[in-house]
Each structure stands twice: as structure tokens, then as C-alpha cells.
């Protein structure tokens, strides 16, 4: 037998050779073991291979939650093929390009895309070769010859397609190795990580926790905490619900005995709190043990809610990128008092913030810079050797991610993390980090949720400007809530302008819509 590397693959063969019995996966009425799930994914190699794809062949994924994400996803890395994250909301434009910048040579996808796909046929590839998700897919497998040996190694590549929130979708290419120890846990709990693969087994949990991502596999947070679960050999509980429904995942909760939960920010985080509320005495939940955070902001006052709800739990904010995997966390419990204001992250080895010369800031300095990671990092953007040049720059000899994110450092190293660069707010030649003046709004007892964003402005450049969601049966004063905010931020970074709104419009992923929260101003200018 070959030796095991820090091939995902391989990482995976190891544990389901250990444990076969163990439960890998619950959707629904369906419940795969480690084993079943290997035997499937071998199904998905060996079927594959018989459409031609082999190693560094691309296969793209435009699937909702179920076990056959993951089936593809192990069994394109059986091969040796590169796994490609497509949004299954993606129309047409979108579809085609995600498809067409990736050369995909085989989508499996679900059956309510066979329209757009009709609509993009003529601007893909002409042997293109879709598998609709159902009974095409099981008879797909079902016929299919073995898995071919294929020689394995930590640099086989994953690609993990952005969201395209600022500009079109683009694939970070990543080896192996690299975003197992950056992203999926690196197999050690509270400590080194491994040296060796064999050393995964002394890690295995035991007893297993079962841990639920609230958010879809499509995205990057998600088949990192999948993989990380599977290879410490837990369960991944998967919810079969189409759409964020709290009520829906709180009885999935209580049924699974979840023992961790990953949400995504606010935008999941506070309709949880608000359906706990609803109706207080319907569920248990005690099985958790902890709620997890990633991908968005998770605010102090949710935080709190959190906590107050559920004070057996430890609440973990984290922060990460697609371009560095996770990067920085802070630990939450009920009783502690938390620092209002931006969220604060304590820094991981090998994580800094650099300044505009790409030197690291002084902490208490107040300089503010780019949140960066040097160590396992990605090789770049897919085919773009000038943004990946730009992005993954070498400084005296060090290879660096730069996020475009924007910080601080405090005396004690504590990063402040106050947003995307992209996003800040020039007004009269001050810079206004929307992430600070959101964390502000917030904390207002009547707002439930907030998005700030520039507009034009004739004396200014930019005013600052916020669309404000308040909570069910609460009206408020803007003129109140700009006095609150004027006491926690300076004045040049109190909104100017203010819209009330029923309810924020973020993506599944967590993130606001900066281009909805505009709109909301020009409606009202109209009016």
C-alpha cells in the first residue's frame, strides 16, 4: 500500500479505513457511514473516468445540500480531478462564466437548471457533459466501472470559486495540503498540527460530535467545516431545506442531537435568536456545545443574544478568506463582557496586518492595514497571473495573502477589523469604514440589522448613508439614532442619510447588498 500525503483524498481513505461503521453523513431519511460514503465516492471516480476526466480535469458542482456534494467532491479528488463550487442560483451570465473561466469538462447539477443550461449550451464547451442530480445520477453510478489507480499528492489542486462581491466570480487555487492545514483543521485539536497523515487517526473524536453548517455547500465555509468534521471523524448533518429556515434548523437541532453549529453572521444568527424567542419552550437544544461564525460579521449584541439563549454554549466568531483560509477568532461565553464597536480577532501564527509598504503595523499604533497571512496559501487566482501577482505578493522572500480587508492593532495584538477596503468611505478626505459604523448602529436596542454605505455628494465626495432593519412591532427616530451613533463613532462617521426598511437583503452567504442598500436611497429620492 502507498504511503498516505496530505491529499484530501487520501486524508479521507485513511479515517473510513479506521472507522467504517462511523456515521459520515445525515440528510434527511438518508444516512451514510464512512464507508458507504467511500464506496459511493470510488462510484463517482470510477464514473468520471469513463467521461475522460482525469487529473487536473475539472468538474463543476452546481448542487444544493445533500450527500452527493461531498460524493463528487472525494471522488473527483480520488482521480486526482479538481472540484469546482457553482452557485445553483446562478442564471445564465453567471452560469456561463463560472463554467466557461473554470474549462468544467463535466457539471453535475440540479434538475431545475436544465433551462439556463439550455439557454448557455452555445457558449460552453462543446463536449461539455452534464449529470442532472436524481435518477440519472444513480443510474450514472450505478454503471460505473472501478476507480482507476491514480497517483495522489498534497499539490493536487482545490479550487474554491469567490462570491464575486467585488466583481465577477474568480477560482483561488489552492494545493491540498495547503488548505488542509489552512481550512480544515490541519488534524490536530489545540495544538501543532500534524506532521504526519498516519497522525490524523490520534485525533479522531470520540465520542463523534455532529456538527450542522447552516449555510449551503456551495460555499467555502461550508465544505471546510464538512471536511474538518470528516476527518475528525464526526458526522456532518446536512439540512435538506431549500433557503435559511431558523425553524426548520432548531428542530434539526433537537432531531440530530447537533453538538456544533455553524452559522454565518448576523444574517443567520439573529432569526435564530428571534424564533428562539418565539417560541421559547419548544426546543431542548441543549446537545449543543458550540455555535461557530464565519464568512460575516457576527456582532456584539448578537453575540450576546446568543449566549443569553443558550448560556451552556461557547459562541466562536472566526475570520477567514477564501484566499487565506481561517485567519483569527475570538471565544464568546455568557457572563463575559464584550467590547462594543468593530469586531476584535486574536491573531493565528503566521497572520498580520500589514501597512501600504507591506511592513507589519505596530500594534497601538493605530495605522490602519491590510490583514494578510503568510504559511499555507493559496497559488493564486485561476489563469490571472497579474491579480494573483498583486495579491500574493513575495516580500523579502516571504510569500503573503493579502485580504482586502482593513484592521488595526491593538497594544495586546488583538486585531480590530473594520472592512473591506473596496468599501470605504472617502467623505471630505476622511476614511469611514462601514463595518464600524454598522457595529454602532447595532448596537441601538431597537435596530436589528444594518448596512452603511457612500453616496455621492456635492460638498463631500461621498456621505455617509445607512439602511436600518428594526426590530418586529419598533419603530425609531433617525434623529435618536444618529445621536446614538454620535457617541460611539466621531461625527464625520455618523449617517447622513438614513432609510428604515423591514429586513436587510443579504446573500446566502451572509454578505449585504451594497447595490440594493443604494437603491434604497434613489427609491426614496423618487418619492
Given at each position: 500500500?502507498?504511503?498516505?500525503?496530505?491529499?484530501?483524498?487520501?486524508?479521507?481513505?485513511?479515517?473510513?479505513?479506521?472507522?467504517?461503521?462511523?456515521?459520515?453523513?445525515?440528510?434527511?431519511?438518508?444516512?451514510?457511514?464512512?464507508?458507504?460514503?467511500?464506496?459511493?465516492?470510488e462510484?463517482?471516480?470510477?464514473?468520471?473516468d469513463?467521461?475522460?476526466?482525469?487529473?487536473?480535469?475539472?468538474?463543476?458542482?452546481?448542487?444544493?445540500?445533500?450527500?452527493?456534494?461531498?460524493?463528487?467532491?472525494?471522488?473527483?479528488?480520488?482521480?486526482?480531478?479538481?472540484?469546482?463550487?457553482?452557485?445553483?442560483?446562478?442564471?445564465?451570465?453567471?452560469?456561463?462564466?463560472?463554467?466557461?473561466?473554470?474549462?468544467?469538462?463535466?457539471?453535475?447539477?440540479?434538475?431545475?437548471?436544465?433551462?439556463?443550461?439550455?439557454?448557455?449550451?452555445?457558449?460552453?464547451?462543446?463536449?461539455?457533459?452534464?449529470?442532472?442530480?436524481?435518477?440519472?445520477?444513480?443510474?450514472?453510478?450505478?454503471?460505473?466501472?472501478?476507480?482507476?489507480?491514480?497517483?495522489?499528492?498534497?499539490?493536487?489542486?482545490?479550487?474554491?470559486?469567490t462570491?464575486?462581491?467585488?466583481?465577477?466570480?474568480?477560482?483561488?487555487?489552492?494545493?491540498?495540503?495547503?488548505?488542509?492545514?489552512?481550512?480544515?483543521?490541519?488534524?490536530?485539536?489545540?495544538?501543532?498540527?500534524?506532521?504526519?497523515?498516519?497522525?490524523?487517526?490520534?485525533?479522531?473524536?470520540?465520542?463523534?460530535?455532529?456538527?450542522?453548517?447552516?449555510?449551503?455547500?456551495?460555499?467555502?465555509?461550508?465544505?471546510?467545516?464538512?471536511?474538518?468534521?470528516?476527518?475528525?471523524?464526526?458526522?456532518?448533518?446536512?439540512?435538506?431545506?431549500?433557503?435559511?429556515?431558523?425553524?426548520?434548523?432548531?428542530?434539526?437541532?433537537?432531531?440530530?442531537?447537533?453538538?456544533?453549529?455553524v452559522?454565518?453572521?448576523?444574517?443567520?444568527?439573529?432569526?435564530?435568536?428571534?424564533?428562539?424567542?418565539?417560541?421559547?419552550?419548544?426546543?431542548?437544544?441543549?446537545?449543543?456545545?458550540?455555535?461557530?461564525?464565519?464568512?460575516?460579521?457576527?456582532?456584539?449584541?448578537?453575540?450576546?443574544?446568543?449566549?443569553?439563549?443558550?448560556?451552556?454554549?461557547?459562541?466562536?466568531?472566526?475570520?477567514?478568506?477564501?484566499?487565506?483560509?481561517?485567519?483569527?477568532?475570538?471565544?464568546?461565553?455568557?457572563?463575559?463582557?464584550?467590547?462594543?464597536?468593530?469586531?476584535?480577532?486574536?491573531?493565528?501564527?503566521?497572520?498580520?496586518?500589514?501597512?501600504?509598504?507591506?511592513?507589519?503595523?505596530?500594534?497601538?499604533?493605530?495605522?490602519?492595514?491590510?490583514?494578510?497571512?503568510?504559511?499555507?496559501?493559496?497559488?493564486?487566482y485561476?489563469?490571472?497571473?497579474?491579480?494573483?501577482?498583486?495579491?500574493?505578493?513575495?516580500?523579502?522572500?516571504?510569500?503573503?495573502?493579502?485580504?482586502?480587508?482593513?484592521?488595526?492593532?491593538?497594544?495586546?495584538?488583538?486585531i480590530?477589523?473594520?472592512?473591506?477596503?473596496?468599501?470605504t468611505?472617502?467623505?471630505?478626505?476622511?476614511?469611514?469604514?462601514?463595518?464600524?459604523?454598522e457595529?454602532?448602529l447595532?448596537?441601538?436596542?431597537?435596530?436589528?440589522?444594518?448596512?452603511?454605505?457612500?453616496?455621492?455628494?456635492?460638498?463631500?465626495?461621498?456621505?455617509v448613508?445607512?439602511?436600518?432593519?428594526?426590530?418586529?412591532?419598533?419603530?425609531?427616530?433617525?434623529d435618536?439614532?444618529?445621536?446614538?451613533?454620535?457617541?460611539?463613532?466621531?461625527?464625520?462617521?455618523?449617517?447622513?442619510?438614513m432609510?428604515?426598511?423591514?429586513?436587510?437583503?443579504?446573500?446566502?452567504?451572509?454578505?449585504?447588498?451594497?447595490?440594493?442598500?443604494?437603491?434604497?436611497?434613489?427609491?426614496?429620492?423618487?418619492?
Amino acid at each position: 500500500m502507498r504511503s498516505p500525503s496530505f491529499n484530501l483524498a487520501d486524508l479521507f481513505e485513511l479515517v473510513s479505513d479506521a472507522e467504517p461503521d462511523r456515521e459520515a453523513v445525515v440528510c434527511g431519511s438518508r444516512r451514510l457511514t464512512y464507508g458507504q460514503l467511500r464506496r459511493r465516492a470510488e462510484q463517482v471516480a470510477g464514473a468520471l473516468d469513463s467521461l475522460g476526466v482525469g487529473p487536473g480535469s475539472r468538474v463543476a458542482l452546481a448542487l444544493r445540500n445533500g450527500p452527493e456534494y461531498l460524493e463528487v467532491m472525494l471522488g473527483a479528488f480520488w482521480i486526482g480531478a479538481v472540484p469546482v463550487n457553482v452557485n445553483y442560483r446562478y442564471r445564465e451570465t453567471e452560469l456561463a462564466h463560472v463554467l466557461a473561466d473554470s474549462s468544467a469538462t463535466v457539471l453535475i447539477h440540479e434538475p431545475d437548471l436544465d433551462a439556463d443550461l439550455a439557454v448557455v449550451e452555445g457558449k460552453l464547451a462543446a463536449d461539455l457533459v452534464t449529470v442532472e442530480r436524481g435518477a440519472r445520477y444513480e443510474t450514472w453510478l450505478a454503471g460505473a466501472p472501478p476507480a482507476p489507480s491514480v497517483e495522489r499528492s498534497g499539490d493536487d489542486h482545490y479550487l474554491l470559486y469567490t462570491g464575486g462581491t467585488t466583481g465577477t466570480p474568480k477560482g483561488v487555487v489552492w494545493r491540498h495540503e495547503d488548505i488542509f492545514f489552512a481550512a480544515m483543521g490541519g488534524g490536530r485539536r489545540g495544538g501543532e498540527p500534524i506532521s504526519r497523515p498516519e497522525e490524523l487517526l490520534d485525533e479522531l473524536s470520540d465520542p463523534p460530535n455532529r456538527v450542522l453548517c447552516a449555510s449551503p455547500l456551495m460555499h467555502g465555509t461550508a465544505h471546510w467545516f464538512a471536511f474538518l468534521t470528516l476527518y475528525a471523524g464526526s458526522t456532518v448533518v446536512l439540512s435538506e431545506t431549500t433557503g435559511y429556515d431558523p425553524t426548520a434548523l432548531l428542530d434539526l437541532i433537537d432531531a440530530e442531537e447537533v453538538s456544533y453549529l455553524v452559522l454565518v453572521g448576523d444574517a443567520f444568527a439573529r432569526p435564530l435568536v428571534e424564533a428562539i424567542d418565539s417560541e421559547p419552550d419548544r426546543w431542548d437544544l441543549t446537545s449543543l456545545t458550540l455555535v461557530m461564525s464565519g464568512g460575516a460579521t457576527l456582532s456584539a449584541p448578537t453575540r450576546r443574544s446568543l449566549c443569553d439563549r443558550m448560556p451552556w454554549v461557547l459562541v466562536i466568531d472566526s475570520y477567514g478568506t477564501s484566499e487565506t483560509g481561517g485567519q483569527a477568532s475570538s471565544v464568546h461565553s455568557a457572563g463575559m463582557v464584550a467590547r462594543p464597536g468593530p469586531p476584535r480577532f486574536e491573531m493565528r501564527d503566521h497572520t498580520a496586518v500589514l501597512d501600504d509598504r507591506l511592513g507589519p503595523v505596530t500594534p497601538g499604533s493605530g495605522t490602519v492595514g491590510r490583514v494578510a497571512k503568510r504559511g499555507h496559501v493559496p497559488l493564486g487566482y485561476l489563469d490571472d497571473p497579474e491579480r494573483s501577482a498583486a495579491v500574493f505578493p513575495v516580500v523579502d522572500g516571504v510569500r503573503w495573502a493579502l485580504t482586502g480587508d482593513q484592521a488595526t492593532v491593538d497594544d495586546d495584538g488583538t486585531i480590530v477589523l473594520l472592512g473591506r477596503g473596496s468599501a470605504t468611505i472617502n467623505s471630505g478626505g476622511e476614511k469611514v469604514h462601514p463595518e464600524e459604523v454598522e457595529a454602532a448602529l447595532v448596537e441601538h436596542p431597537e435596530v436589528l440589522d444594518a448596512v452603511v454605505v457612500g453616496l455621492p455628494d456635492h460638498r463631500w465626495g461621498e456621505k455617509v448613508a445607512a439602511v436600518v432593519a428594526v426590530r418586529p412591532d419598533e419603530t425609531v427616530d433617525t434623529d435618536a439614532l444618529a445621536a446614538h451613533c454620535r457617541e460611539r463613532v466621531a461625527g464625520f462617521k455618523v449617517p447622513r442619510d438614513m432609510v428604515v426598511v423591514e429586513r436587510i437583503r443579504r446573500s446566502e452567504s451572509g454578505k449585504p447588498d451594497h447595490q440594493w442598500a443604494r437603491s434604497r436611497f434613489e427609491s426614496q429620492a423618487r418619492s
